[in-house]
């Protein structure tokens, strides 16, 4: 599984905002970017223009801008760069491409971007070499989410592509700071340079802790024993309309009662009460899978979590919590599942 996992909240767009100050293909005035996003620290101590940082586990090193905070908790999977001012964040990844090329890699990774789907604009994208490596340049940008004043909805991606491996940068920021932070990515590539991987030192796992689990409702509580497991189940015939005939028959053919009932819901569906009150009139709990899209099927563009940031569902959400809380009972959600997979719009 790729380790880059795009989730495209997208919405229509306006291009109109960076034609006329950006372009993939042209040079940034790095000088005098850097410098406007440069500052001091509190403590009146001079922040280095530049640190150097060598990220031994995904094998490069690079300049970070002294001001930026610097996140590598995630070494192995991304490290993160945030500006002081919150208006740009730039991600870098280190893919091992293994059993597959770079073209296959950015393809599939990019597919949604590329395709321009849901609104999705692509500014511009080309195969411009660095430093004498080969690169690929994608800028696309999504809709602003209107309930969200600072909404960084502009991407640049640069991927640097190597034997064996591609390393991406991806720059977060919006229309009027592209230049300015363009600069910044623009010099922390420059400054790239890539080195032998190291295999991270073994952690050891901590010390599990064995607590009860315990969850109480007006109508039922659920507790779970520290040293042991509860098992849940997704099958059909628990939700035929003849009841739940056929489901204890399979319980009893197991010699187990499940505990827990997983059901899934579409935003198109009502909340499914009759469901619901049946699951736990036999002393189970629920577990909801609440699915984000308006129609049945596999399509993309049916997703809708653009419109749910904006707000365009909050009196269907609302009224369905009020019904979860109305069981009186612990009830599980489970939102937006298996986001990474493909076979998940």
């Known amino acids: 599984m790729f380790k880059r996992i795009h989730f495209c909240i997208i919405l229509c767009l306006c291009l109109t905002l960076i034609t006329n100050n950006c372009s993939l293909g042209?040079?940034?005035?790095?000088?005098?970017?850097?410098?406007?996003?440069?500052?001091?620290?509190?403590?009146?101590?001079?922040?280095?223009?530049?640190?150097?940082?060598?990220?031994?586990?995904?094998?490069?090193?690079?300049?970070?801008?002294?001001?930026?905070?610097?996140?590598?908790?995630?070494?192995?999977?991304?490290?993160?760069?945030?500006?002081?001012d919150?208006?740009?964040?730039?991600?870098?990844?280190?893919?091992?491409?293994?059993?597959i090329d770079a073209n296959e890699y950015l393809n599939y990774s990019n597919l949604h971007i590329i395709n321009q789907e849901q609104g999705?604009?692509?500014?511009?994208?080309?195969?411009?070499?660095?430093?004498?490596?080969?690169?690929?340049?994608?800028?696309?940008?999504?809709?602003?989410?209107?309930?969200?004043?600072?909404?960084?909805?502009?991407?640049?991606?640069?991927?640097?592509?190597?034997?064996?491996?591609?390393?991406?940068?991806?720059?977060?920021?919006?229309?009027?700071?592209?230049?300015?932070?363009?600069?910044?990515?623009?010099?922390?590539i420059q400054t790239f340079k890539a080195q032998p991987p190291e295999q991270p030192i073994e952690k050891k796992p901590p010390t599990a802790i064995l607590k009860d689990i315990r969850l109480a409702g007006e109508k039922m509580s659920l507790n779970i024993p520290g040293d042991q497991m509860m098992f849940g189940i997704f099958n059909q015939t628990f939700f035929l309309p003849e009841g739940t005939g056929p489901f204890k028959k399979y319980e009893e053919s197991l010699g187990y009662k499940f505990e827990f009932i997983m059901t899934y819901m579409d935003f198109w569906?009502?909340?499914?009460?009759?469901?619901?009150?049946?699951?736990?009139?036999?002393?189970r709990v629920m577990m909801l899978t609440w699915q984000p899209r308006m129609k049945t099927g596999l399509n993309p563009n049916s997703v809708i979590i653009p419109d749910i940031i904006n707000g365009d569902y909050d009196a269907y959400i609302k009224d369905c919590v009020k019904r979860m809380k109305a069981t009186q009972a612990p009830v599980f959600l489970r939102f937006g599942n298996e986001m990474n997979g493909d076979y998940i719009p």
């Not at 005098?32 to 500052?39: C, E, L, N, P």
């Not at 690929?136 to 190597?162: F, G, T, V």
């Open 26 to 84: 042209k040079e940034y005035n790095t000088d005098s970017k850097i410098a406007a996003a440069m500052t001091v620290s509190t403590d009146k101590t001079p922040v280095p223009e530049w640190m150097e940082y060598i990220n031994t586990i995904d094998g490069y090193q690079i300049e970070v801008p002294g001001a930026w905070a610097l996140d590598s908790s995630k070494t192995g999977t991304v490290t993160r760069l945030s500006a002081a």
């Open 86 to 99: 919150r208006m740009a964040i730039i991600d870098i990844f280190a893919q091992p491409l293994k059993n």
């Open 120 to 188: 999705l604009k692509v500014i511009e994208q080309n195969w411009e070499p660095i430093k004498n490596l080969q690169a690929y340049h994608i800028m696309w940008q999504r809709p602003k989410i209107a309930n969200h004043s600072n909404d960084l909805n502009l991407y640049r991606e640069i991927d640097l592509i190597l034997p064996g491996t591609v390393y991406t940068f991806i720059l977060k920021t919006n229309a009027e700071h592209l230049d300015q932070y363009s600069a910044v990515m623009n010099h922390i």
């Open 269 to 283: 569906q009502d909340f499914p009460q009759e469901v619901v009150d049946r699951a736990y009139s036999e002393g």
